[in-house]
């Protein structure tokens, strides 16, 4: 009875959209190897080349990958919030990440032992369809984000991250020191601090103590580069094929209890 509490109880608290899916349909049995976490910004929850023990379904957590160069610079190359998964390489075979993943905005994730997750890959299951769409999402967000480094100025850059951000946290300040965009970005922070100001004189946005709000998001994405639509749509097509991709026939998926009637 007390298993059956608690399992009830993570069905209904699991906000990621991997999981949410999943906990609708057959993969109820995924929540015993489950286990949330709180996870604090700053976090480092792999290092580059470090194993992977475990993979993060974040909930109101936001994660970005990060490669660092050879002079210590650093760039996000891709970033992680309730729509993916954090540890990608497991799915796609591999024990050890080539970037950091570093929190950026804290909140809840759950966790998984990466063992585990091996196991679910071995039987064609809707969680791995599910994964495999997933994964070519975020690999063509991961594509866009070279061109972006590349062609992209570092204006429309920080604007397109701050957009990003606030996408996963509506309404709320963002802590994020300009130092941290710039980490992020790959850019200095001298150059961060003039842009940041000159969004604050404009209107767009206020900044006080490492704390961001978006003021005018429209007059933000007319400042943002195509990326940050880009990458919209890549995670609206994957969410928008979620039903097809359970039910493995281009349908939607029935719940559990609506085939045991039916039965």
Known sequence: MIAERRQMHAVA?????ILGALLRTEYRHLIGGLEHV???RGAILYRAEQKIEHVYFPEDAVVAMVDTMANGRTVEVG?????????????LGGVTTPDKAVVQIAGGAMRMKSRD????????SALQRLLLRYTQAFLAVISQSVACCE?????QRI???????????????????????????????????????????????????????????????????????????????WRGQVPRL???????????????KRA
């Not at 608290?13 to 959209?17: A, G, S």
């Not at 359970?246 to 045991?260: F, H, I, M, N, Y």
Request: charged share 25%; with cysteine; aromatic share 8%.
């Open 117 to 124: 997750l091996r196991r679910e890959m071995r039987f064609g």
């Open 159 to 237: 604007a397109r991250w701050v957009l990003t951000m606030q996408e996963y946290s509506p309404g709320r300040e963002l802590e994020m020191s300009h130092q941290n965009i710039a980490a992020m970005l790959g850019s200095r922070r001298s150059g961060v601090s003039v842009i940041a100001a000159n969004f604050r004189r404009l209107g767009l946005i206020s900044y006080r103590r490492g704390r961001i709000r978006v003021l005018d998001k429209a007059g933000l994405e007319r400042r943002a580069c195509e990326c940050y639509r880009f990458n919209k749509r890549q995670f609206a097509g």
């Open 38 to 40: 709180e996870l604090k």
């Open 246 to 260: 359970l039910s493995g026939e281009g349908s939607p998926a029935q719940p559990v209890a609506a085939r045991k």
């Open 13 to 17: 608290h699991v906000e990621n959209r």
């Open 79 to 91: 970033v992680i919030g309730v729509e993916g998964l954090v540890g990608i390489n497991i799915f």
């Open 151 to 155: 062609h992209h100025s570092v204006e």
